[in-house]
């Protein structure tokens, strides 16, 4: 059953990629896909919260879900049992493996940023004008919390938040470690 779960989440990051790009090949094929996934996807899509302006998170939230899903089947397969602390334990990774991505993706859009501060791109350039719209709300968040009403070069406040996310992928991945550790001999 697990193996089923797999490639169903196949299918829709298949699904996903091909939503990126102007399909070119035959469209009963992609249909077929979107018949198969969208009504999945679409339970997530209701939830607002996974939605970050234009940046729709809830195919991350799906997947994470059938990760979950798949794991479960798996160790029942494997062990015959499980104990409320492997379910603990697969939900805190399945939920540190969402927001590890986010972060990660925030820290590559940030770097982004800061290079084409640097560079002095065109945020007019589509590419960069998406950049510029993701990291804002990051930028004004970090400002609003260290700096409040202080006057902050642009450069400084995408380092600060660049250092500001790495440092919390990087405590809260110690700390999800540690508390994975403890769920995992839970005996129950």
């Given at each position: 059953m697990g193996s089923?779960?797999?490639?169903?989440?196949?299918?829709?990051?298949?699904?996903?990629?091909?939503?990126?790009?102007?399909?070119?090949?035959?469209?009963?094929?992609?249909?077929?896909?979107?018949?198969?996934?969208?009504?999945?996807?679409?339970w997530f899509r209701r939830f607002t919260f996974l939605r970050l302006g234009f940046l729709d998170l809830s195919p991350i939230a799906?997947?994470?879900?059938?990760?979950?899903?798949?794991?479960?089947?798996?160790?029942?397969?494997?062990?015959?049992?499980?104990?409320?602390?492997?379910?603990?334990?697969?939900?805190?990774?399945?939920?540190?493996?969402?927001?590890?991505?986010?972060?990660?993706?925030?820290?590559?859009?940030?770097?982004?940023?800061?290079?084409?501060?640097y560079t002095k791109q065109n945020l007019n350039n589509p590419f960069w004008n998406i950049v510029a719209a993701i990291s804002q709300p990051v930028l004004k968040k970090t400002n609003q919390i260290f700096f409040r009403d202080q006057i902050v070069l642009f450069r400084n406040g995408v380092i600060i938040s660049i250092v500001i996310l790495g440092l919390l992928y990087l405590v809260l991945g110690f700390l999800v470690h540690y508390a994975s550790i403890v769920l995992a001999k839970l005996p129950v």
């Amino acid at each position: 059953m697990g193996s089923l779960v797999n490639i169903y989440s196949l299918v829709i990051v298949v699904r996903i990629i091909l939503s990126w790009i102007s399909w070119m090949g035959d469209e009963r094929i992609f249909k077929a896909l979107a018949w198969i996934t969208d009504p999945y996807l679409k339970w997530f899509r209701r939830f607002t919260f996974l939605r970050l302006g234009f940046l729709d998170l809830s195919p991350i939230a799906a997947l994470g879900v059938l990760t979950l899903i798949s794991r479960a089947f798996n160790l029942l397969a494997y062990s015959g049992t499980i104990t409320i602390g492997i379910i603990l334990y697969m939900l805190l990774q399945v939920l540190w493996g969402a927001v590890s991505f986010l972060l990660g993706f925030l820290i590559i859009i940030l770097i982004l940023r800061l290079i084409a501060h640097y560079t002095k791109q065109n945020l007019n350039n589509p590419f960069w004008n998406i950049v510029a719209a993701i990291s804002q709300p990051v930028l004004k968040k970090t400002n609003q919390i260290f700096f409040r009403d202080q006057i902050v070069l642009f450069r400084n406040g995408v380092i600060i938040s660049i250092v500001i996310l790495g440092l919390l992928y990087l405590v809260l991945g110690f700390l999800v470690h540690y508390a994975s550790i403890v769920l995992a001999k839970l005996p129950v």
